[in-house]
């Protein structure tokens, strides 16, 4: 009850609508007073001043209203920290303020609600917001000869989004920038694979296109050059723009992934070797 009311964001939610997405089965006999039991305990246990409780979780309309701006909500943190660096001035700011979103997150928006099918459209948009987050760094990283980081992040946008060809390329690139040309090829097979058995369908033109490239031998700096596309979304406008390539719908389960916001160029070295994750 207090997670649909937070994601109504300041929204009034009916109990006509509450009732009928917590208890699509099953309801109990009067949906009503046991709404307003739970209220009654929400209030208690979000404030020990009483008014205060009232005032922040309200009777409105027929139904129930959160005022998310008297709480903290992390996924209000997490969306200014992105409106913050699509305002901020230097690109070294806009990435800082990404890289602080993208640590927020730990896993799918409400997972350990099972069943919760009315949380499936939030669960999409901040799946993609993180991704898109994610690649955006992992390229600023490629175009900076980050590529360890490069590596990082794009397999964290993977784990999140495994259809996400925009990553593996990423991949590819990054592997192959560091010599280790075998790791591309396997970035590649591995992207090529997942889509086809899962999918039935094959990768799209850019990333063939790429694979078949780097098998011809292209300078890196090259086809590092050709590929950027989200550097120059942000240089140009402020403003990321989503450009993840999803093919077909993702499985309803995806893994959490746990994302440090860390300069991996500059104050790190990393050993990078070949295999599938986890292994």
């Given at each position: 009850?207090?997670?649909?009311?937070?994601l109504a964001r300041n929204t009034p939610v009916s109990?006509?609508?509450?009732?009928?997405?917590?208890?699509?089965?099953?309801?109990?006999?009067?949906?009503?007073?046991?709404?307003?039991?739970?209220?009654?305990?929400?209030?208690?246990?979000?404030?020990?001043?009483?008014?205060?409780?009232?005032?922040?979780?309200?009777?409105?309309?027929?139904?129930?209203?959160?005022?998310?701006?008297?709480?903290?909500?992390?996924l209000d943190h997490f969306d200014e920290l992105i409106?913050?660096?699509?305002?901020?001035?230097?690109?070294?700011?806009?990435?800082?303020?990404?890289?602080?979103?993208?640590?927020?997150h730990r896993g799918d928006l409400l997972e350990d609600?099972?069943?919760?099918?009315?949380?499936?459209?939030?669960?999409?948009?901040?799946?993609?917001?993180?991704?898109?987050?994610?690649?955006?760094?992992?390229?600023?990283?490629?175009?900076?000869?980050?590529?360890?980081?490069?590596?990082?992040?794009?397999?964290?946008?993977?784990?999140?989004?495994?259809?996400?060809?925009?990553?593996?390329?990423?991949?590819?690139?990054?592997?192959?920038?560091?010599?280790?040309?075998?790791?591309?090829?396997?970035?590649?097979?591995?992207?090529?694979?997942?889509?086809?058995?899962?999918?039935?369908?094959?990768?799209?033109?850019?990333?063939?296109?790429?694979?078949?490239?780097?098998?011809?031998?292209?300078?890196?700096?090259?086809?590092?050059?050709?590929?950027?596309?989200?550097?120059?979304?942000?240089?140009?406008?402020?403003?990321?723009?989503?450009?993840?390539?999803?093919?077909?719908?993702?499985?309803?389960?995806?893994?959490?992934?746990?994302?440090?916001?860390?300069?991996?160029?500059?104050?790190?070295?990393?050993?990078?070797?070949?295999?599938?994750?986890?292994?």
């Open positions: 009850l207090l997670a649909r009311l937070a109990k006509g609508v509450l009732a009928e997405q917590l208890w699509p089965a099953n309801a109990p006999k009067s949906t009503t007073a046991t709404l307003e039991s739970y209220i009654s305990v929400l209030r208690k246990r979000l404030f020990a001043d009483g008014d205060k409780a009232r005032r922040v979780l309200s009777t409105s309309g027929g139904g129930y209203r959160l005022a998310t701006d008297e709480l903290f909500l992390d409106r913050n660096a699509s305002d901020a001035r230097s690109l070294e700011r806009n990435l800082e303020l990404r890289l602080e979103a993208v640590a927020l609600l099972v069943d919760s099918p009315w949380a499936e459209s939030d669960r999409r948009v901040y799946r993609d917001r993180v991704v898109m987050n994610l690649l955006v760094v992992a390229e600023s990283q490629l175009m900076s000869s980050g590529f360890p980081g490069t590596i990082w992040h794009a397999e964290a946008a993977l784990r999140v989004q495994p259809y996400a060809e925009e990553a593996s390329r990423l991949l590819m690139l990054a592997h192959y920038a560091m010599g280790h040309e075998d790791c591309a090829r396997e970035a590649f097979e591995r992207c090529r694979k997942r889509i086809a058995t899962d999918l039935d369908r094959d990768c799209t033109s850019a990333t063939e296109e790429l694979a078949s490239a780097i098998d011809a031998g292209e300078p890196p700096s090259q086809l590092i050059r050709a590929s950027s596309t989200l550097q120059s979304s942000l240089r140009s406008s402020g403003t990321a723009i989503t450009v993840i390539d999803v093919i077909g719908e993702e499985p309803a389960s995806s893994g959490a992934v746990n994302v440090t916001a860390r300069d991996w160029a500059s104050t790190t070295r990393t050993l990078s070797t070949c295999g599938t994750p986890g292994a």
